[in-house]
C-alpha cells in the first residue's frame, strides 16, 4: 500500500510519502483424501482422480493427504491412526424408546416403505448424532429418527409403513 501526505505553510511544504504491506494471504494447501493406486510416490497418488478403485490415503498412503500430523513429510507419522464409527445395531435404541413403546422395540417388527422389506427393528443400522436414526438393513433409508434434545422425547416414523407386535 502506498500513502503520501504533504503539509503548506506560508514559506515551506512538508511533504511525506510510504510504502508498506498490510499482510499477506496464505492459501491452504490441497488436501487429497483419496485418490488413484499411484506408483508408491506421493505425487502419484495426489494426482487428479482418473476413476476405476478409489484408494484412501490411510496407513503407509498418509503422507499424500497433506493433512494434520502427517502433512509433513519430515514428521514421525507412522500412520497408525484411529477411526471412531458411530454405527450400532437396532438394540442401542431399546432403552430410549421403552418411553413410547409398551412392547420391547427391537422385537416389532418394521415394513420399510421404501422398498417393503420386513424386518425386527433390532435387525437394523443405527447412527448417533445430534439424535437417534435408524436405516433400513436393505435399502438404507431412514426408518425412524428419535431426538430428546428438546424434551419431550421427539420420534418420527416417516420411512415405516407398518410396525408390528409379533409377540
Known amino acids: ?7 503548506s505553510f506560508f514559506f515551506f511544504s512538508v511533504s ?12 491452504p494447501r490441497p488436501v487429497f483424501l483419496a485418490g488413484n ?8 497418488r495426489q494426482q487428479d482422480f482418473t476413476g476405476g ?31 471412531y464409527i458411530e454405527h450400532l445395531d ?6 430410549v424408546l421403552q418411553q413410547i413403546f409398551v412392547a420391547e422395540f427391537t422385537t416389532l417388527e418394521r415394513v420399510c416403505q421404501s422398498c417393503g422389506d420386513r424386518n425386527p427393528c433390532g435387525a437394523h443400522r443405527t447412527y448417533l448424532g445430534a439424535g437417534l436414526v435408524l436405516r433400513c438393513p436393505n435399502c438404507s433409508d431412514i426408518a425412524l429418527r428419535a431426538s430428546e434434545r428438546d424434551r419431550p422425547l421427539v420420534v418420527e416414523l416417516r ?3 407398518m410396525l408390528t407386535v409379533t409377540d
Open 1 to 7: 500500500m502506498n500513502a503520501h501526505a504533504s503539509i
Open 159 to 161: 420411512g415405516t409403513w
Open 53 to 83: 478403485v478409489l484408494y484412501l490415503n490411510t496407513g503407509d498412503r498418509s503422507l499424500a493427504r497433506n493433512l494434520g500430523e502427517c502433512a509433513d513429510s519430515s514428521s514421525a507419522c507412522d500412520g497408525n491412526e484411529t477411526y
Open 90 to 95: 437396532g438394540n442401542a435404541v431399546a432403552g
Open 16 to 27: 511525506v510519502s510510504m510504502s508498506f504491506t498490510l499482510g499477506y494471504i496464505e492459501l
Open 37 to 44: 493406486l499411484g506408483n508408491g510416490s506421493i505425487s502419484s
